[in-house]
């Protein structure tokens, strides 16, 4: 009896009341809300990580203000550039951020670039900072996707397992109306983000990478996470012979990201850098 009380309570996952809140004239979406917790929480983490290799945390901020815009115009462009025909008659729409639709891929590989090209300009340590900063991306992902869970939206087949989705009827996918309840694919993405972020600092604490090797790692991690999360959801997508572009996207980073890695593992220790020293005096040792 208490378990049938128990299941019935936790039987699934609500829809939320609404989308947005209003403060007097003000008027919030939560999605954009939830982007924007992200982005904080990835330069809190970044500026402690930073700091804790003897950088100036300030400078965490000043990489954000030229990467997260970066990146949030790479996830629209990515975003409308594979799924055009959505707005096509209306172009105006592609403007429209807070309805949703924010490529993640396009934002990661944009604002990764600028912020390498910006800490590169300023004289920095790039490889140190990108190690300090990488684990703070997927963070920022688990928290941002919870603003789809306001929008009801990215979520996969129905079901009636006890961590189910409720979907409102109006934001039903068409072949779908009869069902209530769905995968919270969103959900699973987010908890893989953190999943990735909690290994990718765990690994770093190990001492047992080359500099730099965390971005391909982090970009296989997220790939191969991508890949699966994919398959599992319902929305229309732009397909390449029959296979939804994002798999395609997904596979490569996954292929990229490991023959980075490899490579970045294969290169000779420098003798100025007292991360690998470590390493090279462990292997001296055993030998």
């Known amino acids: 009896m208490i378990f049938a009380r128990l299941y019935s309570v936790v ?12 403060l007097g004239p003000l008027t919030f979406r939560f999605y954009g809300l939830m982007i924007a917790l992200g982005v904080l929480a990835a330069v809190e983490i970044s500026r402690r990580r930073w700091a804790e290799r003897g950088g100036d945390a300030d400078d965490i901020i000043e990489v954000a203000k030229w ?3 970066a990146g949030l115009i790479g996830t629209r462009i990515y975003h409308v550039a594979t799924d ?66 306001f929008n009801q939206e990215i979520y996969g087949r129905p079901t009636d397992v006890p961590w189910a989705l409720e979907i409102s009827e109006e934001h039903r996918l068409r072949g779908l109306e009869e069902f209530a309840t769905f995968h919270p694919v969103f959900l699973y993405e987010a908890l893989w983000n953190l999943a990735l972020a909690w290994f990718l600092i765990r690994i770093d604490a190990r001492k047992i990478l080359r500099k730099g090797q965390i971005l ?5 991690g997220y790939g191969v996470g991508r890949f ?40 000779p220790v420098p003798v ?10 462990l292997e001296t040792s055993a030998d």
């Open 11 to 22: 039987a699934s996952i609500p829809s939320p009341g609404s989308d947005r809140i209003e």
């Open 67 to 69: 990467a997260v815009p």
């Open 84 to 149: 055009w025909k959505s707005y096509r008659g209306d172009w105006l729409r592609a403007f429209e951020i807070w309805n949703g639709g924010l490529g993640i891929p396009g934002g990661l590989a944009l604002g990764v670039l600028v912020g390498v090209i910006f800490v590169r300009r300023q004289g920095w340590d790039v490889q140190n900072m990108i190690d300090a900063i990488i684990p703070s991306i997927p963070v920022a992902q688990a928290i941002g996707r919870v603003g789809n869970w």
């Open 216 to 220: 391909p790692l982090w970009i296989i």
């Open 228 to 267: 699966i999360v994919e398959g599992m959801r319902t929305d229309a997508a732009s397909l390449i012979w029959d296979i939804r572009i994002n798999h395609w996207i997904s596979g490569l980073a996954v292929l990229v990201g490991g023959i980075w890695f490899y490579l970045l593992g294969r290169r």
């Open 272 to 281: 100025e850098d007292p991360h690998d020293l470590d390493e090279l005096e």
